[in-house]
DNA sequence: TGAGCGCTCTGCAACGATGCAGACATAATG
DNA sequence: CATTATGTCTGCATCGTTGCAGAGCGCTCA
């Protein structure tokens, strides 16, 4: 199972461990004579490096970890492929794991056994880890906080403005003229950070265009999902005065909203228009295609990875809040027939 | 940034290395008195055991490595998830990377300064690379193949019966009365392994019903995205005969289809029935919802995970070719309006 | 009393690689 | 010719951990 070793290869071509390692690395000069007569060598063994070992003397291992909740959520899945982009334009591998938003799988990341030390950073999008909770368990890798809980400067930290990208979603639907607007996705306990920027910015849209808002109109969400989308549009459909639009914290309710629309026999955008927020690549191709909120996700993987690393190499000062930016892309779902592509 | 070692704690306890790893892994019998003082000692400097260091020393790191092409595809970040939950249940990590579909991404895995010396085994579902080809590479990593290229032998494999999977959906739409069945996604090249599969299932399908396939309505597309499975629509729409349905190799494909069937005002299934392949949640909340062929891929999770850690075990005899159930889903997108959940 | 046992605890070697300092042979220099 | 420089090559120590063998000690029991 084992395979060959530097000294193994050195005891087949009669030179000194050293210089098999050299010839390897291409690090000191060696003759042309020795470098082909340990080449040869090498192949017959068909030598790998043992990257633990290097790694070991080296302390580091040229891998990051991307926590994310959950790896089928369409955002994580884009996000995660921009950032295996990121990181390999620096040399570096990224191991993903989702946590399925359990607080005490994130929690287990930071414990004493956990496998974050095999890496040498960290990007967590955490759920229900608290910063305070991080910063308590003083963790020794380099961490880079993404997406979109509240922070308090401990960390490092990216994300798109929350409480900008809600309102000029909901700005978008009150300049269509439709006046009741619903909000789905609020979660107004501890953890719900994200979302209740979300409903600040929703709510900053209504006052700056002068109007109230009917707290009926807001649903609130335990998640993100397609089905709960769709549950909390029935809902809504349900009240004495139906909203004529609806904004949906991501796109995965968009979209069960829509399905729910749509089996409801109204129409989308006529009846009933709808805001996403992700900009993920479904909302293109479903009927009617998503308008939403896009995140710059290459934007967010790049300035997480590059902050990631400075902090690796320890040239972070005071952890940087960076935001990236959004903008709203309109398509079928609230302006009709656009664009036949 | 490197944190305390072994020795640092058995310095401030005052006792001996081994005896401070003894209390961290509660391997050897240690005396209460003493337990409690390198507890003391353990908890006051933070220490962190070096999972590298672990890891040279057992020869093993608990991390196995899937290389898919594209993690933003749906199917293949729902079937990590699968990967994700089976290994964990063996106190396996897995890191994910993705090789966009690229050959020498791909290779480069298997060449002489890879990393995946770090992982304990492979799980690759390769695009472009031959079972050739990795034979030759002779690697030390034991590996499982995932999905649905066409093996020798050599390695271990897990897929579902493309073939049948291919004929079951195809079957459906004949079943249907549907008389000009499209397909969609054929890949007549070498490394369309999987396409030709399918495309011979379909072919089989209407054998068996004593039906001539048009060739004409077969249509190649290069990879499986929305946007082929537009566009490919589209071509099929411009045919003096256009078909009645259309089985599509993969629901991506599926999803652009009924795209562009809608976008054409016709509508699906009255004019065109669709029939996907792969099962992903897309297609539950898509209008029309998706009648689809799902792969379990639970299954086919476990199942990997399992024969690689058998490998890994060096319990494995002769290479299994594992086939793992599909079942068909019918859903609106053939059946009309079914049920309202 | 002393051999024998079991319980704790320890030190040394090793995993496979690289950093460093120096050995050795040869070439250049005064 | 002695001295220094140069270019190759080597051995030792080391990264932080665990496997192994055994040391020390108190206890039991003949």
Redesign the pocket.
């Given at each position: 199972m084992?395979g060959p070793?530097?000294?193994d290869v050195a005891k087949l071509a009669n030179?000194?461990?050293?210089?098999v390692?050299?010839v390897?690395?291409g690090?000191?000069?060696?003759?042309d004579?020795?470098?082909a007569r340990v080449q040869v060598a090498l192949d017959e063994l068909d030598?790998?490096?043992?990257l633990i070992?290097?790694n070991?003397?080296?302390?580091r291992t040229g891998m990051i970890a991307l926590v994310v909740p959950e790896l089928d959520v369409p955002y994580f899945a884009e996000l995660a492929r921009e950032v295996i982009k990121a990181a390999r334009a620096h040399g570096y591998v990224v191991m993903i794991d989702q946590t399925d938003g359990d607080g005490d799988r994130e929690r287990e990341l930071l414990g004493r056994d956990s496998r974050a030390t095999m890496f040498d950073g960290l990007l967590l999008s955490p759920l229900s880890v608290s910063a305070e909770e991080l910063r308590a368990r003083g963790n020794r890798v380099p961490i880079v906080l993404l997406g979109e809980h509240i922070f308090n400067g401990s960390f490092p930290h990216v994300a798109i403005d929350n409480v900008a990208a809600a309102r000029d979603a909901t700005a978008h639907l009150l300049e269509l003229g439709r006046r009741r607007v619903a909000a789905i996705g609020d979660q107004p306990y501890a953890t719900g950070e994200t979302a209740q920027l979300r409903t600040a910015g929703y709510r900053q849209a209504h006052a700056r265009a002068g109007l109230d808002v009917d707290d009926e109109l807001i649903v609130p969400t335990a998640h993100f999902h397609r089905r709960l989308g769709a549950e909390a549009m029935e809902r809504l459909l349900a009240l004495p005065e139906p909203p004529d639009a609806v904004f949906c914290y991501n796109d995965l309710l968009a979209l069960g909203a829509i399905r729910a629309l749509t089996r409801a026999g109204r129409r989308v955008p006529d009846d009933v228009a709808v805001v996403g927020l992700d900009d993920i690549e479904e909302g293109q191709y479903s009927t009617p295609s998503l308008t939403t909120v896009a995140p710059d996700k290459g934007e967010i993987a790049r300035r997480a990875v590059d902050t990631l690393l400075e902090s690796i190499r320890g040239e972070l000062g005071t952890p940087p809040e960076i935001v990236v930016p959004h903008r709203l892309i309109v398509r079928e779902s609230t302006a009709g027939e656009v664009s036949p592509r």
């Open positions: 084992a070793t530097l000294r030179v000194s461990i050293r210089t390692s050299n390897v690395n690090y000191a000069p060696v003759s004579e020795l470098r030598y790998r490096p043992n070992a290097r070991l003397k080296q302390g």
